[in-house]
């Protein structure tokens, strides 16, 4: 209840405002809150997703225009024309995040510039949209009867709707479709060899983003009753990003603290800096610019993490809880064929990684792939993995072709894997981490998590976390930031996140590397336990000591070939391998 008070209090002090304040408070507030819709789209797509947009004030322009003109031109009803504009705004979200969200680096905030520019225009020039001149005469809003033609009595829609995108947002998070769209930001490479399909994971936060952008659009339409382009540019798109960050872009409370502290300085501003300067102009753009250097270089954060530290009220724990052991896929028979390489070349440019590599891997063994560094082993383990697909050859995952698949693809088939250079979400829990592993075997899609829906199943995917992470030795760091650990506890993090996913091979690479002792002795030990429940095994290791005690088999790799296999025993004498590792026999 005490972690709870916080909130409580703010509700009670939004619901008394507009009894208590000022008519000009109450419509700085209105601004706020539709504002603080568009900024909680761009925690989500920005600061949690990793994806840059400059032009979610296009997408208010379009809730906003498509309630004026059909309620303008065609008496349509308000509220008929909220589900038509949001479906006019996911049709052009969805075909400008399938043409932009294709760009990396700087070219996808750039792309979002040019479509925002382009629906700017677009409002401007349209005749029957009013050109630059707009949309007069919408409607008023009614609700059952009561008439919302006032600030006052329009401010708890405004603050109704802002407050469900938030509790929404954070709900979306706080899932397994959650932990999706956190992953993106860490790169797509792990959350893909997870099941991750990262391209749907960023249309979809694309597309929540663009709904949340239209429903602020439709409630300013209806709010002024006047549309025209200029609230839809792109020095408006700026300033919604500028709220985002300086709130807080990963938190989503802080989408309310920017809007809230740009609001409030604009209009203060306006009425200060011509009084300043003795003449008027946009000053507070160019102060608005300094501010963002300053945040960007002393709050990287935002001014959240700063305020949540003043509520004295800490947030516990979650404690996990015992629910039923998701379904299991049935184990092959102890010898069977799981993986069979033919042929793999692979070939960057003129330089040749693989050429011409054959192995297999049987249930219940462990098979070492072994060689000196640049031997082509990580490259044969991404070629296998789906992660680079080869040039050449054939790879057969129980019996069935896949060279060709996405890793995704091949990890629901039953393969896991680890990551030389270890891929984890630092700041994120390690119990989260886990449960990104188990990410397949859970079903539940965006709406019943933003719903909070999926409780019983996110309960079955954090106790499978928790019982994997008690299976490696890892049972007491639940909580921690998977960060804090030593490099260590990270490979065997990585291995039990890769074992959430219910794998019968499982790709281990260099994961006693940074290990002590001890650690290797825990280690070895669980994998003789997974060899022994009929897990096969393929392992590139350095440690020759670990793998000559742990291996059933050794394939040795030299300049991307193999150039022996055979026992552990038999390798240790072979006169080539010593050629490779020592420069001869002598």
């Known amino acids: 209840?005490?972690?709870?008070?916080?909130?409580?209090?703010?509700?009670?002090?939004?619901?008394?405002?507009?009894?208590?304040?000022?008519?000009?408070?109450?419509t700085l507030l209105n601004y706020i809150g539709m504002y603080s819709i568009v900024a909680v789209g761009l925690v989500l797509l920005t600061?949690?997703?990793?994806?840059t947009s400059f032009g979610q004030a296009a997408f208010v322009g379009l809730g906003a225009y498509a309630t004026g003109y059909l309620t303008t031109a065609f008496a349509v009803s308000p509220w008929l024309?909220?589900?038509?504009?949001?479906?006019?705004?996911?049709?052009?979200?969805?075909?400008?995040?399938?043409?932009?969200?294709?760009?990396?680096?700087h070219y996808l905030p750039l792309g979002t510039i040019a479509w925002g520019i382009s629906l700017y225009f677009l409002f401007g020039n349209l005749e029957f949209l009013g050109g630059h001149t707009g949309l007069t005469g919408i409607p008023v809003l009614e609700f059952f009867g009561?008439?919302?033609?006032?600030?006052?009595?329009?401010?708890?829609?405004?603050?109704?709707?802002?407050?469900?995108?938030?509790?929404?947002?954070?709900?979306?998070?706080?899932?397994?479709?959650?932990?999706?769209?956190?992953?993106?930001?860490?790169?797509?490479?792990?959350?893909?060899a997870m099941g991750v399909d990262t391209a749907r994971t960023k249309i979809v936060i694309f597309l929540i983003a663009a709904l949340y952008a239209s429903v602020s659009g439709w409630l300013y339409a209806h709010l002024q009753r006047f549309v025209n382009p200029t609230p839809f540019g792109l020095h408006i798109?700026?300033?919604?990003?500028?709220?985002?960050?300086?709130?807080?872009?990963?938190?989503?409370?802080?989408?309310?603290?920017?809007?809230?502290?740009?609001?409030?300085?604009?209009?203060?501003?306006?009425?200060?800096?011509?009084?300043?300067?003795?003449?008027?102009?946009?000053?507070e753009v160019i102060f608005f610019g300094i501010l963002l250097i300053l945040v960007l270089q002393r709050a990287r954060d935002g001014l959240w993490p700063w305020l949540a530290r003043l509520v004295p009220v800490k947030a516990g724990q979650r404690a996990v809880a015992d629910a039923a052991?998701?379904?299991?896929?049935?184990?092959?028979?102890?010898?069977?064929?799981?993986?069979?390489v033919k042929n793999a070349r692979k070939q960057f440019g003129g330089l040749v990684a693989n050429n011409d590599m054959n192995l297999t891997v049987k249930a219940g063994e462990v098979m070492a792939l072994i060689g000196p560094n640049g031997a082509g082993k990580s490259t044969m383990f991404n070629c296998i993995s789906g992660v680079d697909p080869v040039t050449s050859g054939e790879?057969?995952?129980?019996?069935?072709?896949?060279?060709?698949?996405?890793?995704?693809?091949?990890?629901?088939?039953?393969?896991?894997?680890?990551?030389?250079?270890?891929?984890?979400?630092?700041?994120?829990?390690?119990?989260?981490?886990?449960?990104?592993?188990?990410?397949?075997?859970?079903?539940?899609?965006?709406?019943?998590?933003?719903?909070?829906?999926?409780?019983?199943?996110?309960?079955?995917?954090?106790?499978?976390?928790?019982?994997?992470?008690?299976?490696?030795?890892?049972?007491?760091?639940?909580?921690?930031?998977?960060?804090?650990?030593?490099?260590?506890?990270?490979?065997?993090?990585?291995?039990?996140?890769?074992?959430?996913?219910?794998?019968?091979?499982?790709?281990?690479?260099?994961?006693?590397?940074g290990l002590r002792y001890l650690e290797k002795q825990a280690l070895a030990e669980l994998l003789r336990k997974l060899r022994s429940e009929g897990m096969g095994i393929l392992l590139v290791e350095h440690d020759m000591d670990f793998v000559m005690g742990l291996a059933d088999r050794v394939v040795v790799m030299e300049f991307g070939e193999k150039i022996s296999e055979g026992l552990p025993e038999e390798v240790q004498k072979d006169p080539v391998v010593l050629e490779a590792y020592l420069g001869g026999v002598e």
Not at 12 to 22: F, R
Not at 405 to 426: C, E, K, N, Y
């Open 395 to 513: 790879i057969a995952f129980l019996g069935e072709r896949i060279e060709t698949l996405a890793s995704r693809d091949i990890a629901r088939r039953g393969m896991g894997r680890t990551f030389q250079h270890v891929r984890l979400l630092p700041t994120m829990s390690v119990l989260e981490n886990v449960a990104i592993g188990a990410h397949l075997r859970g079903g539940k899609g965006v709406l019943p998590a933003a719903l909070h829906l999926e409780r019983a199943e996110e309960a079955r995917l954090l106790a499978e976390a928790k019982r994997q992470l008690e299976r490696v030795g890892l049972g007491e760091h639940l909580f921690d930031e998977a960060g804090s650990l030593p490099l260590g506890q990270q490979r065997i993090l990585e291995i039990a996140r890769a074992l959430a996913a219910d794998p019968c091979l499982l790709l281990l690479d260099e994961p006693a590397a």
């Open 81 to 105: 024309t909220l589900l038509i504009g949001l479906a006019v705004t996911a049709v052009v979200a969805l075909i400008l995040g399938f043409l932009t969200l294709r760009l990396s680096g």
């Open 237 to 283: 798109g700026i300033e919604y990003l500028f709220m985002a960050v300086v709130g807080g872009a990963a938190h989503v409370w802080g989408a309310l603290v920017g809007a809230g502290v740009i609001t409030v300085l604009k209009q203060w501003l306006q009425d200060l800096l011509p009084k300043v300067f003795g003449q008027s102009g946009n000053f």
């Open 1 to 26: 209840m005490m972690q709870r008070l916080p909130l409580i209090v703010f509700i009670a002090v939004l619901a008394l405002g507009p009894v208590v304040l000022p008519e000009f408070y109450v």
């Open 325 to 340: 052991p998701l379904p299991r896929r049935e184990m092959p028979v102890v010898g069977a064929v799981l993986l069979e």
């Open 146 to 192: 009561l008439k919302l033609d006032t600030g006052r009595s329009f401010y708890y829609l405004i603050w109704l709707a802002l407050l469900g995108a938030v509790f929404a947002t954070q709900n979306l998070l706080d899932s397994r479709e959650g932990r999706a769209i956190r992953a993106l930001k860490g790169g797509g490479l792990m959350a893909e």
């Open 47 to 51: 600061g949690v997703g990793g994806l």
